[in-house]
Nanobody
Framework: QVQVVESGGGLVQAGGSLRLTCAASGRSFSAYSMAWFRKAQGQEREFVACISATGENPFYIEPVKGRFIISRDNAKNTLYLQMNSLKPEDTAVYYC??????????????????WGQGTQVTVSS
């Protein structure tokens, strides 16, 4: 079973960029769709973006569309989230999460209960 470790968060000014990384262990990373979630203080964890097991058909929630790019490197067992034009409302702890899908080229999948410690992103105004 896969395990995940997120990194790459930090403090950035509004308009800046960060790239988050999710390092996965286990031999079956390429079998899972992958997603990024985020949890702001006092709010529920929310889905942000996903990418299929094959790296196709990324999907984004409307608030991040055009600013965030999700990608993966199955040879390196790694998932990325490039975040551009950051806004204060993007401030949250970001988590990556594997999912199961009926087909390898679609997402989101059924979320598996596999979570890392998350990485904090803070955007100052």
């Amino acid at each position: 079973q896969v395990q995940v470790v997120e990194s790459g968060g930090g403090l950035v000014q509004a308009g800046g960029s960060l790239r988050l990384t999710c390092a996965a262990s286990g031999r079956s990373f390429s079998a899972y769709s992958m997603a990024w979630f985020r949890k702001a203080q006092g709010q529920e964890r929310e889905f942000v973006a996903c990418i299929s097991a094959t790296g196709e058909n990324p999907f984004y929630i409307e608030p991040v569309k055009g600013r965030f790019i999700i990608s993966r490197d199955n040879a390196k067992n790694t998932l990325y989230l490039q975040m551009n034009s950051l806004k204060p409302e993007d401030t949250a702890v970001y988590y990556c999460n594997p999912g199961m899908t009926a087909l390898p080229n679609i997402c989101p999948g059924t979320s598996l209960n596999i979570w890392g410690q998350g990485t904090q992103v803070t955007v100052s105004s």
